[in-house]
């Protein structure tokens, strides 16, 4: 079991930056692919970006390329989103995720275990 705790979300000017923070609970972190979603009011909950158990491969949304990195401190047993050039539509619910089978994927299903989101509103 573990367990995820999202934090670092606020409200920020379009062009900002924050970065997001997701603790994990457990010893066997450094096991698990981590993944970001968001979902904003009214559409589905849409993949952002996934890294590998150790870090060494990483995945992103065309959406986010370029202005979003994903890491991991597997010490620390935390992930990280850091967001760069944010625009209004990265306003979202922002969750991280853990995937036992180690892949890494897009596909929310595949995620075991979630936090219970961080906000990040983007004004314009």
């Known amino acids: 079991q573990v367990q995820l705790v999202e934090s670092g979300g606020g409200l920020v000017q379009a062009g900002g930056s924050l970065r997001l923070s997701c603790a994990a609970s457990?010893?066997?972190?450094?096991?698990?692919?981590m993944g970001w979603f968001r979902q904003a009011p009214g559409k589905e909950r849409e993949f952002v970006a996934a890294?590998?158990?150790?870090?060494?491969?990483?995945l992103y949304a065309d959406s986010v390329k370029g202005r979003f990195t994903i890491s991991r401190d597997n010490a620390k047993n935390t992930v990280y989103l850091q967001m760069n050039s944010l625009k209004p539509e990265d306003t979202a619910l922002y969750y991280c995720?853990?995937?036992?089978?180690?892949?890494?994927?897009?596909?929310?299903?595949?995620?075991?275990?979630w936090g219970q989101g961080t906000q990040v509103t983007v004004s314009s």
């Open positions: 995720a853990a995937d036992r089978t180690m892949v890494v994927t897009t596909i929310p299903q595949s995620y075991d275990y």
């Open positions: 457990g010893r066997t972190f450094s096991s698990y692919a």
């Open positions: 890294i590998s158990k150790s870090g060494g491969s990483t």
